[in-house]
């Protein structure tokens, strides 16, 4: 089992940035892609970016392409999201996530989030 705790988030002004962190538990991390998720008031979590075990690739959603920057460091068993050129939109609990398939079964497993305010 993996055990994620995210950090990071605060209060931003518009055009800010911040940089979440994920922490992640036992040895195990580079065998997971890692993911981050968000999800504002009154809507669905929503898909935010991914990246592969070994950090060689990464996909994003359109809403945040050329802004944010997703990166692991598998020595730390952390990944990271570099928010730059913040919008109100992007106001939300950011949460982790792992995910790996062993023998045809999909482990998922989530942080408890951390919350990000951009003011306008």
């Known amino acids: 089992q993996v055990q994620l705790v995210e950090s990071g988030g605060g209060l931003v002004q518009a055009g800010g940035s911040l940089r979440l962190s994920c922490a992640a538990s036992?040895?195990?991390?580079?065998?997971?892609?890692m993911a981050w998720f968000r999800q504002a008031p009154g809507k669905e979590r929503e898909f935010v970016a991914t990246?592969?075990?070994?950090?060689?690739?990464?996909y994003y959603a359109d809403s945040v392409k050329g802004r944010f920057t997703i990166s692991r460091d598998n020595a730390k068993n952390t990944v990271y999201l570099q928010m730059n050129s913040l919008k109100p939109e992007d106001t939300a609990v950011y949460y982790c996530?792992?995910?790996?398939?062993?023998?045809?079964?999909?482990?998922?497993?989530w942080g408890q989030g951390t919350q990000v305010t951009v003011s306008s």
């Open positions: 990246i592969s075990r070994s950090g060689g690739s990464t």
């Open positions: 036992g040895r195990t991390f580079s065998s997971y892609n």
């Open positions: 996530a792992a995910q790996r398939v062993v023998l045809s079964t999909t482990q998922d497993y």
